[in-house]
């Protein structure tokens, strides 16, 4: 059968119809979309329908999108950008233990230069308790870090798939003042959303994650929040996408995102459904057919292609040697090269042991049936041929 592919929540293939998409403007629509002649129009006007289609999947106004190279720079400039315009009313921050590197990271720089910054624990079924959050917020004194004055948490989780209450966090958010930010990588595109309804401020997301190109992504602002102040920019530059991400737009990337917006508005819920069912069916088999299985998170909170489990007894770094063609992994892809445990798994309270013997599979629009009973099979076979050797933990 080949090679099949079960890492979607690392990365997606591009959908052919995104690729025919932004053919054109990699060969003969390539002016610069800032240019004032006819053809830098032209192509402004492309920019504008890719814009747009990204709304329409959001559910707010064109002029709250704004396109940057992905969730990384959208984090950051949602963190950075927020903490650093409101010092002077506040220099606390609130996020929680399981959050990307690219906001844990983005927290502990601010941390250097005086923040102080909150991770809350979740449960062990990998969600963030909004009454955790609603006691975590401080009001006291401004310009300190008595005052709370961003929370970020990630809409649904890269690792063990777990979608987080959003609208109650909004709800707290929006009633002590205080911005709120979503790192939506995995959210936007594979469940369904509406911003307005959601409540949160900003919003991060990558294309890669939705069947786009890597190196494009999003932004998102709430225009009508009452409680976000602007944003300061963290890079300087021609004033492009309303001067906080300067640079020539990657019109290519841009419409290509556009394109896979488009899709996933009208085609995400009938591959929800698919892939949900094949997902419950996949852990159900691999339950049958091997002894000590845990799931890793929430089953019912969760999103429809991911599935997180604890082999107990294998190294899951040797499983996937021996897996070979199938492509699973063992936690992020962004921090694959770490050797420590997953501190996503740390945080629902499994040990080391447990944490290298978890892995993860992410089910896409290409997965089949047919695929996953090799799956089944292998996984099997593989794992029982890995519990008689010595452990090497």
């Not at 996020?95 to 941390?111: K, R, W, Y």
């Not at 994650?209 to 920019?233: D, T, W």
């Not at 049958?288 to 909170?301: F, M």
């Not at 099979?377 to 593989?382: A, G, Q, W, Y």
Request: charged letters at 20%; aromatic letters at 4%; proline letters at 4%.
């Amino acid at each position: 059968m080949g090679s099949i592919y079960l890492d979607h929540h690392a990365t997606t293939p591009v959908d052919s119809r995104v690729l025919a998409a932004m053919k054109p403007f990699l060969e003969t629509h390539y002016a610069n979309a800032g240019s004032s002649h006819l053809a830098g129009r032209r192509i402004r006007k492309h920019v504008a329908t890719a814009r747009e289609q990204v709304a329409n999947l959001l559910g707010c106004g064109v002029g709250e999108v704004l396109f940057t190279s992905g969730a990384t720079e959208s984090n950051n400039m949602a963190i950075h950008g927020v903490a650093r315009r409101s010092q002077c009313q506040g220099k606390h921050i609130i996020t929680s233990q399981i959050e990307h590197s690219a906001v844990l990271f983005a927290c502990q720089a601010l941390e250097k230069e005086g923040f102080e910054v909150t991770y809350l624990p979740v449960g062990k079924d990998g969600i963030v308790s909004p009454g955790d959050i609603k006691a975590a917020i401080r009001t006291g004194e401004e310009g300190t870090t008595d005052r709370t004055v961003l929370v970020s948490i990630m809409g649904a989780n890269n690792e063990i798939g777990t979608i987080q209450p959003i609208k109650e966090i909004s709800k707290i958010c929006n009633e002590a003042s205080v911005v709120f930010h979503v790192d939506a990588a995995q959210y936007i595109g594979k469940i369904p959303v509406n911003v307005k309804e959601l409540g949160a401020d900003l919003m991060s997301f990558s294309g890669h994650k939705m069947y786009a190109p890597k190196g494009v992504g999003g932004f998102y602002f709430n225009s009508a929040s009452k409680r976000m102040p602007c944003i300061q920019p963290i890079m300087h530059g021609g004033g492009q996408e309303g001067g906080l991400r300067p640079g020539t737009l990657p019109v290519p990337m841009v419409v290509a995102l556009g394109k896979a917006a488009q899709i996933a508005s009208s085609e995400q819920e009938q591959h929800n459904d698919k892939e949900r069912q094949l997902r419950d069916w996949l852990w159900s088999s691999l339950r049958s057919n091997i002894e000590g299985l845990k799931l890793n998170g929430s089953i019912e909170h969760r999103l429809p292609g991911n599935l997180n489990i604890c082999v107990s007894g294998i190294d899951a770094e040797l499983l996937m040697l021996r897996l070979g063609n199938i492509a699973v992994s063992t936690g992020s892809a962004c921090s694959g090269k770490s050797s420590a445990p997953s501190h996503v798994l740390k945080a629902l309270g499994l040990s080391d042991k447990e944490a290298y013997a978890s892995v993860r599979m992410g089910l896409g629009r290409s997965t089949t049936k047919e695929q996953l009973e090799v799956v089944i099979k292998e996984f099997t076979d593989s794992v029982q041929k890995l519990r008689k050797l010595p452990s090497l933990r």
